[in-house]
């Protein structure tokens, strides 16, 4: 089948985004089973499939440790816990979907096989996307009779908190495909990032590998700790890249002039960069300098406890922006309607003590 054509186009049968009552997770590890909680907090009924055995007492699990965090966020109209199913068949769980989320291993066979047997299941129409997070999915359509509708939704963990979902079709996605799933994510409360090509890695995990390099050079040449490295990232440009990301925060260091003098005035340094962005040799000294780092930022810590101090900031943030936003207009393009309630305020994300 050559590229760009299919059986039937992915628009015939398509049902507007606001319509959509039903959503199948396949696949429902961490990225899976955040979607669940996501999709359960906008009041969808939620169907999941995974064949692993243990996969409903994981599922389940990560689903009630997610619940008092979406409870906080606010629950849409018709939300419950209980509107969660599970089945070990993928037919059963896709013949009955409006939009299917796949989340399965970041394997490309895996990826290939997967959704060539949801295309071969879900009703006519359902658009597909895949949770991939970083491969192109012109190469994950290739086995699909109606590859049309399948695009990428590519979320941040977790994605029953991180408002970001990048949007991108394949070689023989339908136009249509893609503007519906950043419809149907704007209508479920994220804020879709719609790609106008496939790239490796899509955007922000490109910009976060950018980073990641230079901390592994820094660790492994002894300049700094992992300690030093959150601490200045998380009370530094971490706090300004929340509100206005890299490229505002370089226009608002350009002061007046803003980014053209910043251009100006510091662009002639790229020709030295002060960064070394080939990646560094993951030796045993770098790999012991990361892993014991990490441990003792932790500070005694459990990874559960991490997650739960996280969630909660991250509520707390995203309230404080969401308040910001009320006051002071858009910072850009118009994202999603609001998942807060209209008199949430900052405070109202932790719970108060007895």
């Known amino acids: 089948m050559a590229a760009g054509e299919w059986e039937t186009p992915a628009r015939d049968g398509m049902r507007e985004p606001e319509s959509v009552r039903t959503v199948a997770v396949v696949g429902t590890g961490l990225i899976g089973g955040g979607w669940a909680a996501h999709f359960l907090r906008m009041g969808y009924d939620v169907v999941a499939h995974d ?41 059963e769980a896709v013949s009955v979907a409006d939009f299917v989320q796949e989340s399965v291993p970041e394997r490309l066979d895996t990826k290939v096989r997967v959704l060539a047997a949801i295309d071969a299941a879900a009703p006519r129409g359902v658009v597909v996307a895949s949770s991939t997070s970083g491969f192109a999915m012109t190469d994950m359509q290739t086995a699909c009779r109606t590859p049309g509708r399948f695009v990428v939704g590519h979320p941040f963990n977790p994605p029953y908190l991180i408002p970001l979902v990048e949007v991108v079709g394949g070689r023989a996605t339908d136009p249509a495909t893609v503007a519906w799933a950043g419809r149907f994510y704007r209508h479920t409360g994220k804020t879709p990032l719609t790609l106008d090509r496939e790239l490796p890695g899509f955007i922000a995990n490109r910009l ?7 901390v592994l050079h820094m660790v492994a040449a002894g300049e700094a700790t992992v300690g030093q490295v959150d601490t200045a990232i998380a009370h530094g440009p971490g706090l300004r890249w929340a509100l206005l990301g890299p490229c505002l925060t370089s226009h608002l260091a350009g002061g007046p002039g803003g980014m053209a003098h910043m251009l100006d005035q510091f662009g002639p340094g790229l020709l030295d960069p002060l960064t070394r962005l080939d990646a560094p040799e993951l030796t045993d000294e770098l790999y012991e300098r990361m892993v014991t780092g990490s441990a003792e930022a932790a500070g005694g810590r459990s990874v559960a406890e991490l997650v739960a101090e996280r969630d909660a900031f991250l509520i707390d943030l995203l309230l404080l922006l969401e308040r910001h936003t009320r006051r002071w207009g858009r910072r850009a393009e ?21």
């Open 334 to 354: 118009p994202t999603a309607p609001s998942p807060y309630p209209a008199d949430a305020r900052p405070e109202d994300a932790f719970p108060k003590e007895a």
């Open 208 to 214: 976060q590998e950018a980073l990641w390099r230079e």
């Open 51 to 91: 064949p692993a055995p243990d996969a409903p007492d994981g599922l389940n699990a990560l689903v009630d440790r997610a619940w008092p965090a979406v409870e906080r966020l606010g629950l849409a109209d018709g939300a419950r816990r209980d509107r969660l199913s599970f089945t070990g068949s993928l037919p």
